[in-house]
């Protein structure tokens, strides 16, 4: 997935609304940077966010 001009706003929306939600939780700051780090060191939120990312762009994944 590649961001561009037209698609950033949504990604950066679709990563916002993943951060608020897991941090109500508990799971990652809600601080998008210092969540940052956390989203990537944990693989299930890391892949969480991806598919959402993915299908906010429309894009087709093959699951395993």
């Known amino acids: 997935m590649e961001v561009t001009e037209e698609n950033r706003d949504?990604?950066?929306q679709v990563i916002q609304d993943y951060v608020a939600d897991r941090a109500v939780y508990g799971r990652c700051s809600k601080v998008v940077e210092e969540a940052s780090g956390q989203i990537a060191s944990d693989r299930t939120m890391?892949?969480?966010l991806i598919q959402r990312l993915q299908?906010?762009?429309g894009?087709?994944?093959i699951e395993e």
Do not use: W
Request: glycine share 0%; net charge neutral; hydrophobic share 35%.
């Open 59 to 61: 894009v087709q994944t």
């Open 46 to 48: 890391r892949e969480e």
């Open 10 to 12: 949504r990604i950066d």
């Open 55 to 57: 299908r906010a762009a």
